[in-house]
């Protein structure tokens, strides 16, 4: 749906709305937790309720539009609750952050089966933190976030933040630079500090190539909450002299669950220290960071109901800032509708299928693995797994009954968070040279309702068959600026493919396979037994995409050689040893062939999770993610290779931090400047 320009402005409170003669929706009331106006960084709670003749469900969009901007979207459409005839909306908690002046703040509400609207739009003034002409520095709910807000700059100029310990034994951090927006003040969110530390703060502008420093501000940080499990990271090998200190800054996704709250993102200096983290407390649930952004905030794929009540696991996909609010927010019910709107037949919702569910029937399950934003129109990209019935006997099932198979989409959404562009990978299963339903996964994963490490599955039942076959399990995406396409990492097939995306115009077919029985031949300059990686993480290009191709190679089907169909076949050798590595392949496109520029045994066998990075200088990081050292001691590695010169794979470890089980870590120079694959 397409965001209005503008709206009628009606005073704060309950308000009625005035809709045509006849219409099914009508909004009750929409009004703020606290009245207007209210300090920059405030909390506002927005409520709202609606009426429908119609039997609904109702769905309810908020949008904001911040001074003298256009509309954005706040959290997309999601359907609300229903009692004593009257719907209620998801709470929507709003936390400016960015600029002061008064905002416009939207509510839609939806009925998709009628079609039928009805809208309201609020004004809400957000007033300045700074009212001198010295910077101010004040808590955020983070403990270890600061809000620090400096008078206005001149129009041309721009400002960041540096900030460094008082005690000065680190060096100083910076955020990145803002636009100056006079006469409006300048506010960020600080965040990479050490507990309960003493900071020095100050704003720094920068206008004609000169840099001005302002007077400083103090800010001493808290510490997180005894509630929360805070990981703990040991240096096997620390810091050095080799060591690459211009990123020093790790940025973990844990996979750290306790009582049932999830606190998925931590960073840490080289040697462990926590330096910052993640938690939203109004929510008790959480899953997967996949992306740092530039400036300041992450892409997370978190739990909770959307739509169909019946699936809770991974059906949002929201950006954050530093501070744990919540920006921008969609999931997998309007996806659903984007979806269905484009063509797309794989797409229904699950709860909208019949049990047993038919030959044929197939539905959109959850967002898994990757989001990334690195697309040339700010845009995102998803994954989500997709649940499809095939005959008995598909990828040589034995029950005699039909078969759920899991597959992926990619779902590319624009700079306002709405759907222009999909690959379904069932619309390409015909076989090479794209892709063959009747190949199973390589190591015949399956998949069951509730399964650790698997999307939500939806469509098991009686009178299908007891197991959903995990065919592909995405688990990376990557755009490709010079291709202008999108790659895409399938642990199951243990295949690295290019999508024909061609900035949202091309037919979505796969144009080449890398990997085992693949399109490509592997340069084997080492005489490695198994030259290729397998059940791999995170692969991106790097130098902007201009090369190496650089992926956490697991190593399961080297270690665990295939039994099935798949171990008669000659580009699968049997290994049955062996660690996990870090690689780098320079790619030629032209002659289908990668030749290794690294190929490291890491010194650890990751059965699962990973991630890999070339850094500025040279050295590569990778980090297996899964390593098991006993009953209930899972492990994460976040190592630094330096490679060694004329070797691929003698390289030497000037870093090893061993830490809690992670999905992915990032080596950064500060929270504000991720890596750009």
Request: aromatic share 10%; charged share 10%; hydrophobic share 40%.
């Amino acid at each position: 749906m397409r965001i209005p320009k503008s709206g009628v402005v009606y005073l704060l409170g309950l308000l009625a709305v005035c809709l045509p003669a006849g219409a099914t929706v009508q909004l009750v009331s929409f009004a703020p937790s606290v009245v207007s106006p209210q300090v920059i960084g405030t909390s506002v709670t927005w409520t709202v309720t609606a009426t429908d003749t119609n039997p609904g469900p109702l769905a309810f969009q908020f949008n904001v539009a911040a001074p003298k901007s256009s509309f954005n979207l706040a959290r997309d459409y999601n359907v609300g609750t229903l009692s004593g005839g009257v719907w209620t909306a998801p709470a929507f908690v709003w936390t400016p952050t960015f600029i002061e002046g008064a905002y416009q703040i939207q509510v839609i509400a939806k009925d998709f089966k009628s079609g039928e609207t009805g809208s309201e739009t609020l004004s809400y003034e957000i007033t300045p933190l700074v009212t001198g002409s010295k910077p101010v520095a004040v808590p955020t709910a983070n403990p270890l976030v600061a809000l620090f807000s400096a008078p206005a700059c001149a129009a041309g100029s721009s400002m960041r933040v540096v900030f460094q310990q008082k005690s000065k034994a680190n060096p100083p951090f910076q955020t990145t630079f803002v636009n100056c927006h006079p006469p409006a003040t300048m506010t960020f969110e600080v965040a990479g500090m050490y507990p309960h530390a003493t900071y020095d703060m100050l704003a720094q502008t920068e206008s004609g190539g000169k840099l001005v420093n302002g007077p400083p501000v103090s800010f001493t940080t808290g510490t997180p909450p005894s509630g929360i499990p805070i990981p703990k990271f040991t240096p096997l090998i620390p810091p050095g002299s080799q060591t690459d200190t211009s990123d020093p800054v790790l940025l973990h996704n844990v996979l750290n669950l306790t009582n049932g709250t999830a606190y998925p993102g931590w960073a840490t200096d080289l040697s462990g220290n926590v330096i910052w983290y993640f938690y939203n407390s109004n929510v008790g649930y959480g899953n997967t960071l996949t992306r740092p952004l530039p400036g300041g905030t992450m892409l997370w794929i978190a739990d909770g109901i959307a739509w169909n009540p019946n699936a809770q696991t991974q059906q949002y996909l929201r950006q954050i800032d530093l501070a744990g609010n919540i920006v921008t927010e969609t999931n997998t019910g309007i996806i659903q509708q984007e979806l269905l709107a484009l063509g797309a037949q794989d797409a229904l919702p699950c709860d909208a299928i019949p049990r047993p569910a038919p030959l044929g029937a197939a539905c959109l399950g959850g967002f898994h693995h990757d989001a990334i934003r690195t697309l040339p129109d700010g845009g995102l990209a998803v994954l989500a797994s997709v649940e499809k019935i095939f005959p008995a006997g598909t990828q040589g099932d034995t029950s005699g009954l039909p078969v759920d198979i899991v597959g992926d989409f990619i779902i590319v959404l624009n700079s306002n968070w709405q759907v222009t562009w999909y690959f379904d990978a069932f619309q390409h299963d015909k076989g090479a040279p794209q892709l063959d339903i009747t190949r199973a996964a390589v190591l015949g994963e399956t998949c069951v309702t509730g399964q650790t490490g698997c999307p939500p599955i939806l469509l098991l039942g009686p009178d299908i068959a007891p197991t959903a076959k995990d065919w592909l399990h995405g688990n990376s995406l990557y755009y490709w600026p010079q291709a202008k396409n999108i790659v895409w990492s399938s642990r199951s097939q243990d295949w690295v493919m290019v999508i024909d995306y061609s900035n949202g115009t091309g037919n979505a077919n796969i144009l080449w396979r890398m990997g085992p029985c693949g399109d490509f031949t592997y340069n084997n300059i080492t005489n490695d037994p198994w030259p290729w990686f397998s059940h791999q993480h995170e692969v991106g290009i790097e130098n902007n995409g201009a090369g190496p191709l650089t992926v956490f190679d697991n190593g399961v089907t080297r270690v665990s050689p295939p039994t099935g169909p798949h171990s008669s076949t000659g580009c699968m050798p049997g290994v049955g040893s062996g660690d996990s590595r870090g690689m780098a392949l320079t790619v030629d496109t032209t002659n289908k062939q990668v030749t290794p520029v690294l190929s490291q045994d890491l010194g650890v066998f990751a059965l699962a999770l990973g991630s890999a990075q070339l850094l500025d200088d040279g050295i590569y990081f990778f980090q297996p993610g899964v390593v098991v050292l006993g009953l209930n001691d899972v492990k994460s590695n976040s190592i630094e290779i330096l490679p060694m010169a004329g070797s691929i794979n003698n390289g030497t470890q000037v870093l090893n931090l061993q830490g809690a089980e992670s999905y992915r870590s990032w080596q950064m120079p500060n929270l504000y400047m991720p890596p750009t694959t």
